[in-house]
């Protein structure tokens, strides 16, 4: 362990060492002297520069003040204070305090998430003013004898008004070269607008008026309006088109009008594009993203416009959970029930549920917006936690669309495309319609198989003896890419056990579909959104706005599924549900129907009435029976009743202790020691199921065991985990595995 503290001689005795947090994996603090400038008490919520290890440095966060070692130990001292001012302090730091006992993480590295990564490596807090340009009154002077060119087009665009940047870049290329043209001879200025009123910066359109509320959506705004006095968490359960966003936006704007600022936090990058181009037309104020397709710099820039109180409106992914909110008025957390909003990784926070912690510290009401509202937030709802607000029917004279199953037991089938479905259409293409081919598996096949042994190109850093990993088949046949651990390699030439040629890709992905349809209907376009076609930064917005109004076919994966607005699309085919109808994970059956709800609902939001089609081995499925008969409001009622017998959440809450090692034996006996040790703390308290295999056994050439925490109520849970921690950090094998705790679990993979 890095030490803290070393024993040379001690020249000064400053009153009290400062605690300091480092992003580092140790469940504790680390003292350090005060720098010799130090004035008055520690800082707290300012990051630091300190000398940790033998010879290296890192940045922490003043987190507190402790008292000086009595036995003479001295302290390193601190190298550098960064701030001026703290950058966490009240709410946010204590809610980042209240983030890292929930997930029993270092305290260190729960900072270091909710700080961007500039501000993370010890940058400065970065300029965030709004710059404009202007005339000078030599430049009014000499605009009549300009030369044609650039400069004098900026210079007649500034003399009808300054203009700031962002408008500039939108709409005059090369502006910045005949600016400074124009400012070497002292032809225009630029300045800094009112930092304290960014919002009313020169270009920014005024706010567009919005269509009259239904009597449904006015209930649900006043409700939110009525809550806007203290913390309240309101319960946005509106079908698919039914004016949910139009409800954010009104209750945005009484924030806006209030004085206040307010967060959105969506699931996918892909949502950010057309979120922010609405809520922009309509708010008249800049609104910011914060999402991973920006810049680590204009992440940064956003998260200091918050702190500076400059952003009124933040839309943002997971990650925007953590920006401070100093003039906080309302929080909107769009389709809840996404999986996106939890982290897999690192520290293992849910978005919605940190949202709601904080929005009950900050005395504000948090909004959680769904068609298919997870179970959670249903029984919560049901429960009388959350006020629960409905919206029943579609926004204007858009219907519900029709739903048809299509039984495909013994049919042909091209790509995974049924006779029917294909007829179908072309049909719709015909008379001028555009239709959405969903299938939530990217890449050209599931698998490549040999024909006459039975082969099959598995992943090898992911496979066991007893079960294998297949890699997808990618770029039309020709390489092979595991989902899993990334591995990739080209399709061999024959097959490596028989040496035959007859290799055949098995299944069809989002690649395959798209080479199907394109060459059945050469005649129309065929684009295919999934993560291989939208990598690049704003590829989404791109894509579906050169799809335009013209009769063509969309292929995509989950990425469609939810709050894109595509108004001319009148047919949705749904295919490949069957293997999500027989998944072992319990969650899978709430997963499939909400994404059979949401894919469903991208047809027919306009006037234009929409059809689905539900392609499938088994019509009858009882799942596909409720969701046909009741809705998913019919399905969540069974599927409640099935997990309160059973005991898993909402009516258990959860715990997971996954371990990875090269050999299983050594990640076995990490996890037995740690049931021991969780068994002794609980006192039979906690129920305790494992060590077993993960239901992945082997990924990236570790082996994968987990250890499931489970229990009726959360505080015998934590209990038992504060009490048994420390004894498991300090095991022999701890250093031996990969390990890590996940809290509320959304899956057991």
């Not at 959506?217 to 079908?239: E, K, T």
């Not at 293992?348 to 179970?375: C, E, I, N, Q, W």
């Not at 109808?581 to 234009?608: H, T, W």
């Not at 015998?716 to 996940?742: C, E, G, M």
């Amino acid at each position: 362990m890095p030490p803290a503290r070393d024993d040379a001689p001690s020249t000064a005795h400053p009153p009290a060492a400062w605690q300091v947090a480092l992003p580092v994996p140790l469940a504790r603090l680390f003292d350090y002297c005060p720098p010799a400038d130090a004035r008055g008490p520690a800082p707290v919520g300012s990051r630091v520069r300190v000398p940790f290890g033998a010879s290296g440095e890192r940045i922490g966060v003043v987190v507190g003040s402790a008292p000086i070692p009595a036995d003479g130990t001295a302290l390193k001292p601190v190298s550098a204070l960064l701030d001026d001012a703290p950058l966490l302090h009240g709410e946010l730091l204590d809610s980042l305090r209240w983030l890292a006992r929930y997930t029993h993480a270092p305290l260190g590295e729960v900072l270091a998430t909710a700080l961007p990564g500039p501000l993370r490596h010890g940058e400065p807090l970065p300029d965030t003013r709004t710059w404009a340009w202007r005339l000078t009154e030599a430049g009014a002077t000499a605009l009549d004898g300009m030369r044609a060119g650039r400069p004098r087009q900026l210079a007649q665009a500034l003399h009808a008004g300054s203009l700031d940047e962002a408008v500039l870049d939108a709409v005059h290329d090369g502006w910045r070269a005949a600016a400074r043209s124009l400012h070497g001879r002292g032809l225009v200025e630029r300045f800094a607008l009112d930092d304290c009123a960014p919002h009313t910066a020169t270009g920014t359109p005024p706010a567009a008026p919005g269509p009259t509320p239904n009597d449904e959506q006015q209930v649900a705004i006043d409700a939110i309006r009525g809550a806007a006095g203290g913390f309240a968490a309101l319960l946005l359960d509106g079908v698919t088109g039914s004016g949910k966003t139009e409800v954010y936006l009104q209750a945005i704007a009484d924030c806006l009008a209030r004085g206040k600022q307010a967060l959105v936090l969506v699931p996918e990058i892909g949502l950010t594009p057309q979120t922010l181009a609405r809520f922009r037309a309509r708010l008249g104020v800049p609104v910011h993203a914060l999402h991973s397709g920006l810049s680590d710099g204009e992440r940064a820039r956003t998260w200091a416009a918050c702190l500076r109180g400059q952003a009124r409106v933040v839309v943002g992914t997971r990650s925007a959970v953590f920006l401070p909110l100093p003039d906080a008025g309302l929080i909107v957390i769009d389709e809840e029930h996404d999986g996106s909003f939890k982290q897999l990784d690192g520290i293992r926070y849910h978005a919605r549920d940190f949202a709601l912690v904080r929005g009950k510290a900050l005395g504000v009401p948090v909004v959680l917006g769904s068609a298919t509202p997870s179970l959670e937030s249903l029984h919560n709802a049901t429960g009388g936690r959350y006020a629960h607000l409905r919206l029943t029917r579609r926004a204007g004279r858009a219907q519900p669309p029709r739903v048809r199953v299509v039984d495909v037991r013994k049919r042909p089938l091209t790509a995974g495309l049924s006779p029917e479905l294909l007829a179908d259409l072309g049909q719709v293409l015909q008379a001028g319609g555009q239709a959405l081919v969903f299938k939530n598996r990217r890449g050209y096949a599931p698998v490549l198989l040999c024909h006459d042994c039975g082969w099959a190109a598995h992943c090898t850093r992911c496979s066991t003896p007893e079960r294998g990993t297949p890699m997808t088949v990618h770029g039309g046949g020709r390489r092979l890419q595991c989902h899993h651990c990334g591995a990739r390699r080209p399709v061999p030439n024959a097959c490596p056990d028989c040496g035959g040629l007859a290799l055949q890709a098995q299944g069809a992905g989002t690649e395959r579909i798209e080479e199907a349809l394109a060459e059945r209907f050469p005649d129309v376009p065929v684009l295919r959104i999934d993560r291989g076609t939208t990598q690049r930064r704003d590829a989404l917005e791109q894509a579906l706005a050169g799809f335009g109004d013209a009769p063509g076919i969309l292929v995509g994966t989950q990425m469609l599924a939810k709050g894109h607005d595509l108004p001319h699309l009148t047919r949705v085919a749904v295919v490949g549900i069957d293997e999500g109808l027989f998944s072992a994970d319990f969650r899978a059956p709430e997963k499939l129907a909400q994404l059979l709800i949401q894919v469903a609902g991208r047809a027919g939001r306009a006037e234009k009435p929409g059809e689905v089609l539900l392609q499938t081995h088994h019509p009858e499925h009882p799942l596909l029976a409720t969701l046909l008969s009741g809705g998913y409001a019919a399905f969540a009622a069974e599927e409640m009743e099935q997990r309160e017998a059973a005991g898993f959440p909402p009516f258990a809450h959860l715990a997971l202790m996954r371990a990875e090692a090269k050999q299983l034996d050594i990640a076995h006996a990490f996890l037995r020691a740690s049931r021991e040790a969780l068994a002794d703390a609980a006192a039979g308290a906690v129920e305790l199921s494992g060590p077993l295999p993960a239901p992945m056994p082997r990924r990236a050439g570790y082996q994968r065991a987990q250890l499931l925490l489970s229990c009726p109520t959360r505080g015998p849970l934590h209990a038992a985990l504060d009490t048994a921690l420390p004894a498991i950090h300090a095991l022999p094998d701890a250093r031996r595995v990969r390990w890590s705790l996940d809290v509320d679990p959304v899956d057991l993979y």
